[in-house]
C-alpha cells in the first residue's frame, strides 16, 4: 500500500508542478513585517510576497499644515488576492479583495 501512496504523491507533484500558476486569498496578518495567511493553512512573509506600488501607503505635504493620503497601503485584516508563481517560491499580490 505505501508503494501506492508514494506513486499518488508523485502524480500530484506532478499535475501541480504543470500548472505555473495558483490564484490565492489570503489575509494579512500585520504590516511590519508584512505577513499574509492564505486560507488558514500558511503564512508568507514579506520575503516571499511582490507588492504592487499600488498597494504601498503613499502620502504626501501639502503647501498647508494637513497631510494627504493617497493611497492608504495595506492593513492588518486586510483580504488580498494573490498569484502564487511557479515553484512556489513567490506570491504576487494584485490587490485588495472587497469581500474574501
Known amino acids: ?4 501512496e508514494s506513486i499518488k ?7 501541480a508542478a504543470g500548472n505555473p500558476l495558483a490564484v ?7 504590516i511590519n513585517p508584512l505577513e499574509v495567511n492564505v486560507d ?17 501607503k503613499y502620502e504626501t505635504q501639502l503647501q498647508t499644515s494637513e497631510k494627504l493620503i ?3 497601503g495595506l492593513e492588518a485584516g486586510d483580504a488580498v488576492l494573490m498569484l502564487r508563481v511557479q515553484g512556489g517560491q513567490q506570491f504576487v499580490v494584485l490587490d485588495k479583495v472587497a469581500k474574501p
Open 1 to 4: 500500500m505505501a508503494l501506492l
Open 9 to 15: 504523491k508523485a502524480g500530484a507533484a506532478a499535475y
Open 24 to 30: 490565492m486569498v489570503g489575509k494579512v496578518i500585520q
Open 40 to 56: 488558514q493553512r500558511f503564512t508568507l512573509s514579506e520575503d516571499f510576497l511582490i507588492i504592487p506600488e499600488s498597494l504601498v
Open 70 to 72: 493617497i493611497r492608504t
